[in-house]
Structures are given as structure tokens and as C-alpha cells.
RNA sequence: GCGGCUAUAGUUUAGUGGUAAAACUCCGGGUUGUGGUCCCGGCAUCGAGAGUUCAAUUCUCUCUAGCCGCCCCA
């Protein structure tokens, strides 16, 4: 190994050969057929973005820590991007006038993170992002959470496989208002919240006591009455959850203690979890982000999004036996030659299956036709044609079907519709 | 950033203080116009470096990498 590169990819991220792309592919192509279905529009950009865009709009802790920055040659400090909201705001900020909102978008970027990896966690993973921008309604948030919930439905999963939780920031800013917490007390009485279920109810009590004197939690659940606005934030919340049920998502909660991790959230916020013990992932995520856009100058735009990433996702497929395979395009056909002088004649031969819309696999070695169809069998390709002289003579091939070893006669024209036809 | 475990052929594994075994894969041959069986042969400086020893793949240390926890979470 020492004197050789190495054949390893790059800490924590992953090679995808045919077979595994394949695999990422048909979970794509799931994505992209459903979020048709309710108008989204797919974007992309690059992963490379200015660094000033995440300071002080995601969290500090992960722009310092946790993302992949660097100065280029011009002295610009780059970053790659850690996650797409920040990329989205900025799209839909640098052509506010022109786009037609509501904007319904999404998008499967790669994104990175400088952490150890483990676990269902990478340096690099793909992250379904779904947002909905130009409504402040509650009627977006319910559209991105059903949508979140079709999704996993999509894919053959029933409600009792997940369970979406819902809370909002506006609620959890109201209770800590009351509570008399604002600024960075209510910012640190948010971050403990989401620590909460993690810790023993003892520590908490300590670790919130010293923040606040009383518990905004508290609040919420008991005394919504104390203030105003926390009485007409839960009220809409409850409202929200009601429709969802209501709706198809009958699996949504109201969770107070959820937070999210991101500063920009301004209301609804929502987690979407395995149900199996085993994999008690969070699988989506996502919230209201009304502030976001007018960071860079506009007036404020409403929007409300979650993210998904694959990893996890695939992991939740696997575990519940919903992965979809994909063919990864395997070609249909195999085509031997007898010989190597009979490659020019079975590619111009391919040519004409080709532009009959066939998967053509044309052998290039000088191997036997008995291994070409060893190989044929190995790659997976149905079908094999030996194409050489006898063929050209007598305009007809003798297709053999590999799954049963079935020999077929026929006419070299109808090859490209037998070929359709399947096995 | 902290901790635990692991590292032997392309892959998955066995094994030993006296330079390694198997299965599958791959390559070649038996078998140059039609596969899946079978038979034969080939493919490993035992992660890197240092130390102990007559001798280290085996024991010790360092490093590196991977996996798994913690932290944190996109």
C-alpha cells in the first residue's frame, strides 16, 4: 500500500458503483415522480458557496466545526455547502421579481459535513430538500407535511411505520416570552429543550432552573391562558395537527420539546421518525423559515421546507423492505460475435436496434461466444444474440433467453420488437 | 474533540513465535459458433513503521485506516 495510491475513497464519503448508483437512482426517480405529482420543479447549484452565507444564519457550531471551508486563490473563504436551505434563499432572493410565487421546488443535493463519521452518518450524503415559497398560510406547512408523509407512503410505507412530530418555534418564542426568557436565555432554553429527551428529567430540572425560573415547557401545557400570543400559537399549532390528521397524515403528534437545530426557523417545525426501535432515526426534517429570504435584502418571503437525507432514509427502507432495486439501465441485449472481425458489422447492426430505443451490449473481445455468454450471464443482460457471418447470410439470429436457456429463431427486423416484448 | 473494537488474497473468513488455509470471485487451461456442472493451474512482501527475539503475520509501541459509541446533528 505504500508505494501505491490508495483505492479508498476520501474519509467518509462513498463510491457508487453501477449497481450501487443504480440503487440511489430508482430511490430518486421515486422522489421525482411523486413531488410531480403535486407541482415541484426540480433546481440545482453548485456545492460551492461563499462562506458568509452560513455565518450566522445556520448554527454556529456547525459552521465553525462542522462544514468544509476554505480560502481559494482569490482569498475568498468558500464553504461546501452543508445544507441547501441557505443556496435556496439566495435563489429565490437574487430573482425575487421575476419568479412566480408560490414556488414549489426541490432538489437532491449533495451535501457535507466535517464530522466523524459513523453510523448512518457521512461526510457526504444526498438530501431530498422539498420547500414551498410565497405562502405564509398554514395551508404550506400542511402541503409540506403531507407531502413528507406521501413520500414514505410512496414508497409502500404504512403510518404506523412513522410517526410525524410537530411543534413551532413561534409557540416555544411565545412561552419563553412569558416566561420572561428572550435573546440568547431563550436561545439557551431551546437548546436544552432539545437535549431533553436524552437527559434524566433531574439533570434537566437543574439545567433549566439556572435559565429559568419558570418553565416555559410548563406553560405550554398548562397555562397557554398566561399570555396572549402563546394562547393563539398553540391554538393555531393545534389547528395545524388537526388538519393534518384530518388529511391523511394520521400519524402526526404535537411534540413541544421539539426544536431543530437551525436559528433560521421562525414557526412550524417538524421531525418525521422511524417507529422501529431499531433505527429510532429522525428521517425528515424541516420547519417555516418566513426570515430567511430577506436576509439577503428583499423584503421578507414566507417559506416552509424539510430535508430528507439518504442515508438514513435508506436505512428505514431497508429495515421496513421497501428499497426499490433499479435495473441501473442494464442493457437488454447481449450481442456476441463469433469472431473479432465480426465487430464492425454487430455494432452497425446495434446501431439500428439502438435507434429502435434497445439496450445494446456489444462484446468487444476476442473471447469464445461460450464465455461471451458467461459474461452476458454475469452482467445480468437477458438476452444473447450471436451476430457473425451465418446471421448476415441468412437474416436471422437465434436469440436465447439466459434466465431459462430458451432458443428463439427469428428474423434479424424483428429482433428490436421481441426485444420489447420482454422475456 | 473523547473512548472502545478491528486490520490476513479482489471479497468473506480460518490460523500460527519457524514467511500462511479455505470458500466465493477473477485470470488461464481441459473445451476456438452458444453459458450455468465438473476437473486442473494461477492470484497474499498477513495495513505502515519501529522494538523484543536466533526467528514476528503472530508479542509490544507508534502511526494510519475502518467500524461502533460519546459530543453534536444538516
Avoid at 26 to 33: D, G, V, W, Y
Avoid at 43 to 67: D, G
Avoid at 338 to 343: E, L, R, T, V, Y
Wanted: glycine residues 8%; neutral net charge; hydrophobic residues 40%.
Amino acid at each position: 500500500m505504500s508505494e501505491h495510491l490508495s483505492t479508498d475513497p476520501y474519509k467518509g464519503v462513498r463510491d457508487f458503483y453501477p449497481a450501487d448508483w443504480a440503487k440511489m437512482a430508482a430511490m430518486f426517480a421515486q422522489f421525482r415522480a411523486t413531488l410531480a405529482k403535486w407541482g415541484y420543479e426540480e433546481y440545482n447549484a453548485s456545492p460551492l458557496e461563499r462562506a458568509e452565507l452560513y455565518e450566522a444564519k445556520t448554527s454556529e457550531e456547525i459552521v465553525n466545526e462542522q462544514t468544509y471551508t476554505f480560502t481559494d486563490r482569490g482569498d475568498r473563504k468558500v464553504t461546501l455547502r452543508p445544507e441547501m436551505t441557505p443556496t435556496l434563499a439566495r435563489m429565490v432572493a437574487g430573482k425575487r421579481r421575476e419568479l412566480a410565487l408560490p414556488l414549489r421546488w426541490f432538489s437532491i443535493p449533495n451535501v457535507f459535513r466535517y464530522e466523524r463519521p459513523q453510523k448512518g452518518r457521512l461526510r457526504e450524503h444526498y438530501q431530498l430538500n422539498v420547500d414551498l415559497v410565497g405562502i405564509a398560510a398554514n395551508e404550506a406547512d400542511i402541503e409540506i407535511i403531507r407531502i413528507a408523509s406521501e413520500l414514505l407512503k410512496a414508497f409502500g410505507a404504512k403510518e404506523s411505520d412513522y410517526i410525524v412530530r410537530v411543534n413551532s418555534r413561534a409557540l416555544l418564542t411565545a412561552a419563553c416570552a412569558a416566561a420572561g426568557l428572550t435573546g440568547e436565555a431563550a436561545k439557551r432554553y431551546l437548546h436544552l429543550l432539545d437535549k431533553k429527551s436524552k437527559m434524566d428529567p433531574a439533570a434537566f430540572e437543574a439545567a433549566r432552573s439556572s435559565i429559568a425560573p419558570r418553565d416555559p415547557l410548563e406553560l405550554v401545557e398548562n397555562e397557554a391562558g398566561a399570555s396572549p400570543e402563546l394562547a393563539h400559537e398553540k391554538r393555531a399549532l393545534l389547528d395545524t395537527i388537526d388538519a393534518l390528521k384530518r388529511r391523511g397524515v394520521g400519524n402526526a403528534v404535537f411534540d413541544a420539546t421539539l426544536t431543530r437545530g437551525f436559528d433560521y426557523y421562525t414557526g412550524i417545525v417538524f421531525e418525521i421518525f422511524d417507529t422501529n426501535p431499531a433505527n429510532p432515526r429522525s428521517l425528515f426534517g424541516g420547519g417555516r423559515f418566513d426570515r430567511l429570504v430577506a436576509l439577503f435584502g428583499n423584503d421578507p418571503v414566507p417559506a416552509v421546507g424539510f430535508g430528507m437525507g439518504d442515508v438514513t432514509f435508506a436505512d428505514f427502507l431497508e429495515t421496513h423492505g421497501l428499497l426499490p432495486k433499479g435495473d441501473g439501465g442494464v442493457p437488454e441485449l447481449y450481442l456476441g460475435t463469433p469472431s473479432a472481425g465480426d465487430i464492425p458489422a454487430a455494432q452497425a447492426f446495434a446501431d439500428t436496434l439502438r435507434a429502435q430505443g434497445s439496450r445494446v451490449f456489444v462484446n468487444l473481445t476476442e473471447k469464445s461466444l461460450g464465455d461471451q455468454i458467461k459474461d452476458a450471464v454475469k452482467r445480468g443482460i437477458p438476452f444473447f444474440v450471436a451476430y457473425g457471418a451465418d446471421e448476415v447470410a441468412n437474416q436471422t439470429v437465434r436469440m436465447k433467453i439466459l434466465r431459462t436457456g430458451e432458443e428463439e429463431g427469428l428474423p434479424l427486423r424483428d429482433l428490436p420488437l421481441r426485444l420489447r416484448s420482454g422475456s
